[in-house]
């Protein structure tokens, strides 16, 4: 009898260790998904490229073969004129059209969101027959206030390029603005890139891995 009870605590102790083992392997398991699922957020998440100047740009050339420089033109025309298209008034010289825009960027606490600042850009398209190119760059933040009336509104009428390297406090937050302004113009391509498509389909060019993009005198 006492040698079944002896067998028995020692199969309930051996039980117990057993369980506390598969829950710490369940649990490293648990860190090394999490991990590799971070891993591959930030892979996915779109990432600005450097020009030339040392400045931030998000940059894509698309085909079209079966449209002329004009087509391609009046396509993009249409596409800023209509109510779904960001508010930026473009001029245009030759085959090169510029123009401003910006980027709200909204902070949220205590499950409250709210526009803690701007990040305005300059706007560069290209057109040729068959194919178009387009490049946002000049990234800068403006930080909003509340006016006397409670409205978000600028805090200065300068911004201070992405490029800046901000102060340690401030590190963490400037990152997210880095983030968030990458997500937006990656938005911004893909919308534009849907109204140039009409009923064809559009060819993308496979991303070149260079980090740097020089758009001066540039053969494309």
Known sequence: MKLCMACLWCFVGFSGA??????????????????QNEQQTQKEEPLLSFDERGKY?????VSRKDKTAEELKQCAK???????????QLSAQDSLWTGKGKLIINKTAFVLTRPSG?????????FKDGKYRFWLTDFSFIPYQRDRYGNFVPATPIGTP??????????AEWESYLKVTAKEAKLFADKFKRAMLLDEAITVPTAKAVPVQRTKDQKW
């Open 162 to 171: 992405l490029e800046q390297k901000p102060g340690k406090l401030n590190a």
């Open 78 to 88: 249409a596409y800023f004129k209509s109510l779904v298209a960001p508010k930026i």
């Open 57 to 61: 740009i998000y940059y894509e050339v």
């Open 118 to 126: 701007e990040v305005r850009y300059q706007l560069y398209l290209d």
């Open 18 to 35: 057993f369980a506390q083992d598969q829950q710490g392997l369940q649990k490293s398991e648990q860190k090394v998904l999490q991990k």
